[in-house]
């Protein structure tokens, strides 16, 4: 059974830090593109990072220069360090799988993911 467990989400001031985990299980995760993913209430949902299966990152202009996603393919985890954090980063984050298509990001809109995890709460307070 295919399993995305998100950790790591809580409540930061802003200008704070968080690292979210996302611990991967029931497939051959390193053959996988993933993705973090983000929605506040009455909002769409959002991607904010992305990763490849050769390790290559891509992010929206929104958090560029202060979100970094990376991965161990050894611990099958997905991380996403959040630096200078905002009150406009308060949502809910997920961590999801896709397959992996040239040209293309697991967060691109035309990218239906395979997995998604239930979700890490992120609140930043000003």
């Known amino acids: 059974q295919v399993q995305l467990v998100e950790s790591g989400g809580g409540s930061v001031q802003a200008g704070g830090s968080l690292r979210l985990s996302c611990a991967a299980s029931?497939?051959?995760?390193?053959?996988?593109?993933m993705a973090w993913f983000r929605q506040a209430p009455g909002k769409e949902r959002e991607g904010v990072a992305a990763?490849?299966?050769?390790?290559?990152?891509n992010y929206p202009d929104s958090v560029k220069g202060r979100f970094t996603i990376s991965k161990d393919n050894v611990k099958n985890t997905l991380y996403l360090q959040m630096n200078s954090l905002k009150p406009e980063d308060t949502a809910m984050y997920y961590c999801?799988?896709?397959?992996?298509?040239?040209?293309?990001?697991?967060?691109?809109?035309?990218?239906?993911?395979?997995?998604w995890g239930q979700g890490t709460q992120v609140t930043v307070s000003s």
């Open positions: 999801a799988a896709c397959d992996c298509y040239s040209g293309s990001w697991c967060y691109d809109r035309f990218v239906e993911p395979n997995y």
């Open positions: 990763i490849d299966s050769n390790g290559n990152t």
């Open positions: 029931g497939y051959t995760y390193s053959s996988y593109c």
